[in-house]
């Protein structure tokens, strides 16, 4: 019983809130990208938010369902078909025994979420069921989905909520342009003036080099102060002893373009980082496609832990909506 | 683990967005830095304070992940810094760990085919191979002299991470007999699973197929992540390597590493490995004497 895989789509996993505790050894977060997009989803379907959905790239996948089947897409904007017939995003969908779903381009951001009532039940591996690609593990053994995947859906634990669908004004933005608040430090010492006042004060664009690993963008460079290198860092000024990396983490290699670290990064390395995307706005970024003007604003901590206070507020309020 | 006597001034506190402590033991790399990284790793592990997320001990550095929501980033720093400062005066230059040797096929047709693929544009010397390139920067007579220098001395594990499982090597000489090497110009899209690396003056072993910029001596017969634990040695965990563990690495031939694929493909293979304490105050005081001691403890086992 379950959800069979009949086109796989551009680059569908399975993900959750993600796996901590093992990135001293190098294994990454995972988890949902966009993060509320995806709990706005399990919301919908009456899910406790840890439960497991698909997340869908660019191109989505297609599937049937073999029983009753409750479900909700959210994310980046897609049209939703239910047997060719659109049934839209951000409401909960209830299917039939046989009925098969498929999905539009996307008009916008980069990916898309599908929540089903029970959560997609594969094994949880270290505490998730998030997928790690590059490790094989997690979601469905440990790889994208492909056509001819049969998913088993697990048992619904919460009651339905009241409403069915996600007001507009709770619904997140897929902007052209975005402004990405950052928490200077780690490196930035190593930056010039110039450098420094490149990376805050310029306009940078996202280039297609963009994943679950990390977003690389253009835009006019930074410059490092020249030094002796440590021993040990390597010969490049944007080079330093292999350290960890703190997810949201920005390095500059060489100097040119930045690359800002994502949920699936690697845990560390030998490029300097100068700032990190403070965790209120690593979902902003995960909506981000290729083309995206971003700017990056400089914040305190406390702005920081405010605006982390701000988003869980809003997920909360959503929740209060939902349930009535 | 007296930081006076291993040189090493107080750390420096930096933050990592809202979630991340990152404090910097020392700029350079040293066997002491990365000493002190795991001693402070220890005791932050012991103290066991609620809303830490991850204790990632690297080369000289120590990046913790944190819930703000439950844990202060304020009073995560106080905590943090007061164990440093405990470190200073407690006894922490000896480290129970375990040598372990690790069979290599150096100068392999597989890393040498991937090679081939990203020459020009990737690599400082595109004519010759990684490891003519790793001799002639060491100013060593050929590739043959680079690997004996490679494998006869050992590791140790300074850092797990990058990618599930990889270990940051870092060879315990002194620091005028270290080997460095430039990492390629621009990283490779392929590195083989189970590659020796080396960028920096530290070597690597790439646990899964994927992007890399070191340069590429050989690959190692076993696995060092096995995901789905098949083999003894991971019943435990997937990831072999834990930061501190030694490192012999053993030049096989061909008809060895054939061999050794075949026990680990029948599920019977076993890493050669025995306990150690490793002590830092002899370590430094006489390297290569003190190798002679640590690698006696493999015999036999």
Redesign the interface.
Known sequence: MGIEITKPGLSTTVQDRGR????????PQGGSMDQYSAELGNLLVGNTGSEAVLECTYMGPAFTVDEPTVLAVTGAPVGVLVNGEERGQWRRLELVAGDSVSFGMISGGTRFYVAVRGGIDVPE?LGSRST?V????GGFQ?RPLAAGDRLPVGHPVAELPSGDSIPEELRPAFAKEQRIRV?M??YDHRLTEGGRANLLGEAWTLTPVADRMGLRYNGPGVAWKPREQ??????DPS???????????IQIPGGTQPIVLHRDA?????YA?VG????ADMDLLARAAPGTVTHFDEVT?DQ??AA?AEA?ARLEKARTVLHG | MSTTVAGLGPARYTWGGDEFLFVEIAEAMSLAANFKVMSLARALTDAALKGVVDICPANASLLIRFNPDLLEPALLEVHVRELEARLESADQARLDTRIIEIPVWYQDPYTAEVAERFREGYHQEPEGSDLDYAAKVNGLADAAEFIRRHHEQPWMASMVGFVAGLPFLFQLVERDRQLQVPKYLSPRTDTPELTLGHGGCFSCIYSVRGAGGYQMFGVAAAPIFDPAQRLADFADFMVFFRPGDLVKFRPVDEAEYRRIKDEVAAGTFRYRQAPVTFDLTAALADPEGYNREILEALDGH
């Open positions: 901590t505790g093992h990135y001293n050894v190098g294994i591996v790690y590059i490790g094989a593990m440990g928490l430090g780690l440590p021993f040990g860092a390597g010969s080079n330093i002893v292999d350290a960890g990396y703190a997810v949201g983490s690697v845990s560390g390395g030998g980082m990190t995307v403070i965790s901590m920081a832990l982390r869980a």
